[in-house]
């Protein structure tokens, strides 16, 4: 990356996305994520959240919440 590049990235306060440090609650954010956008039940998410040991009830009620 030139430095003009770099210039505009911190002026304009371009970064690249940051993931979380934890893989669970970075689980938890792309579910919650996927749920926001009307996505009713995105099946990779939640296979992401059941891997990282969350319950199917956990994560039908945390739908149902967001629903609203």
Same mark, same amino acid.
């Given at each position: 990356m030139?430095?003009? %590049?770099? #210039? %505009?990235? +911190? *002026?304009?306060?371009?970064?690249a996305?940051? /993931?979380l440090?934890?893989?669970?609650?970075? #689980?938890? @954010?792309?579910l919650?994520?996927?749920?926001r @956008? @009307?996505? @009713?039940?995105? $099946?990779? $998410?939640?296979?992401? #959240? *059941? #891997?990282?040991?969350? /319950?199917?009830?956990?994560?039908? +009620?945390? /739908?149902?919440?967001? $629903?609203?």
């Amino acid at each position: 990356m030139g430095p003009k %590049i770099r #210039a %505009i990235a +911190w *002026l304009f306060g371009i970064t690249a996305p940051n /993931s979380l440090a934890d893989p669970r609650l970075e #689980a938890l @954010r792309l579910l919650v994520i996927a749920l926001r @956008r @009307r996505d @009713r039940y995105p $099946e990779a $998410e939640v296979t992401a #959240a *059941l #891997a990282r040991g969350f /319950s199917k009830v956990q994560i039908d +009620w945390l /739908s149902r919440s967001l $629903e609203n």
